[in-house]
């Protein structure tokens, strides 16, 4: 996906801001938050971010956590 500005060479920063925010928010709505039923009837996430460094789990939970909290919040960073 190849994305460019259009502030037409004035650019301050704002539109690199507000794609990073529909980009992360996507990532959340389109990704991360979908549920599917299994032909089971349990529901599941199909897709997931997941690391296999025993070290990394925690802080990839608490970053994933609070990204998620900052695009509820409508506070994306």
């Not at 994305?3 to 060479?9: I, Q, R």
């Amino acid at each position: 996906m190849q994305w460019t500005c259009n502030c037409d060479g004035f650019c301050t920063g704002m539109c690199r801001y507000i794609r990073m925010e529909e980009l992360v928010t996507s990532l959340f709505k389109d990704f991360l938050d979908v549920e599917e039923e299994s032909d089971q009837g349990k529901m599941f996430h199909p897709t997931f971010i997941t690391t296999v460094r025993a070290l990394k789990v925690e802080p990839l939970n608490k970053l994933m956590a609070e990204l998620k909290s900052t695009v509820n919040n409508g506070d994306v960073v």
